[in-house]
């Protein structure tokens, strides 16, 4: 089993940075695919970036493309996202997902979540 804890959250303000993490347990976190999405009340959940297991391929949504920056540290069993130049529509609640492929983009093929934090972009 996988646990993820998501970490980072809070407000800012607009054009501000912030930065979130996600620890993991286990010690087969290196062969996980690691991914961020969030979710507002009332609309489906968005793919926000993505990361392979060994950290070398990166993808990113279009709204955040530029702005946000995935990494993982496979010796801390986490992953970041990297948020600059928020805008009041990055406000959400932001998910760490794991997949045992490697390497995943859609939320089907993600196995574990994590429980949740909130970002807020303020004016």
């Known amino acids: 089993q996988v646990q993820l804890v998501e970490s980072g959250g809070g407000l800012v303000q607009a054009g501000g940075s912030l930065r979130l993490s996600c620890a993991a347990s286990?010690?087969?976190?290196?062969?996980?695919?690691m991914g961020w999405f969030r979710q507002v009340p009332g609309k489906e959940r968005e793919f926000v970036s993505a990361?392979?297991?060994?950290?070398?391929?990166?993808y990113y949504g279009d709204s955040v493309k530029g702005r946000f920056t995935i990494s993982r540290d496979n010796a801390k069993n986490t992953v970041y996202l990297q948020m600059n130049s928020l805008k009041l529509e990055d406000t959400a609640t932001y998910y760490c997902a794991a997949d045992r492929r490697g390497f995943a983009t859609k939320r089907m093929e993600y196995d574990y979540w994590g429980q949740g934090t909130q970002v807020t972009v303020s004016p």
């Open positions: 990361i392979s297991r060994g950290g070398g391929t990166t």
């Open positions: 286990g010690r087969t976190f290196s062969s996980y695919g």
